[in-house]
């Protein structure tokens, strides 16, 4: 509301106007994609089933015992996706200033057509952090964080980062 007042000699006289004011601000959103390596290694023990006392000539038949014991490492942890910035303003583009995409504190490489958001549209982008070698941990924690900067101001969108039971 907007108010205005005049005042001549003893007379006030006043005015009341109201104006609706529609701002259009950047939503950010993104996908995440997770993948990892398990490497295996096997050691492998093949031991005699028995003991025989033969005279020179017999013969024996038998069997071994094999034994398998696997053990793995997991590595190579990465995470990523796309960046897709919407611009709800019917005709002005948006140009951001940045774009970037952060894992659980490691920055994903973030790869755009350009950093203009068309009016009434959107601009899509993705983004990749690379393997990272942390042997049989998870080095990114459980949020992803993408963050555009336009006006000054900092206009974020996140996902959980899930990985699966199974590596890719």
């Known amino acids: 509301a907007n108010t205005a007042i005049i005042t001549s000699g003893d007379e006030r006289d006043r005015d009341t106007a109201e104006t609706a004011v529609t701002c259009h601000a950047p939503v950010v959103s993104k996908t995440t994609e997770t993948y990892w390596n398990r490497d295996w290694d096997w050691t492998i023990t093949k031991e005699v089933d028995g003991s025989y006392n033969l005279f020179a000539g017999d013969t024996v038949t038998h069997g071994y015992k094999v034994t398998v014991d696997p053990t793995y490492t997991d590595s190579f942890w990465g995470v990523k996706g796309t960046i897709t910035v ?53 080095p990114f924690g459980k949020v992803n964080v993408a963050t555009a900067v336009f006006a000054d101001a900092n206009w974020t969108g996140e996902k959980a980062i899930e990985f699966s039971a199974a590596p890719t």
């Not at 611009?87 to 894992?103: F, G, I, K, Q, V």
């Not at 958001?117 to 942390?134: I, M, R």
Request: hydrophobic share 30%; glycine share 12%; proline share 8%.
């Open 86 to 138: 919407t611009n709800s303003h019917p005709t002005e583009a948006m140009t951001l200033t940045s774009l970037t995409d952060l894992a659980g504190g490691i920055s994903g490489a973030v790869t755009c057509p350009s950093l203009v958001v068309p009016a009434g549209g959107s601009l899509t982008c993705t983004y990749d952090t690379g393997a990272q070698d942390a042997p049989n941990a998870n």
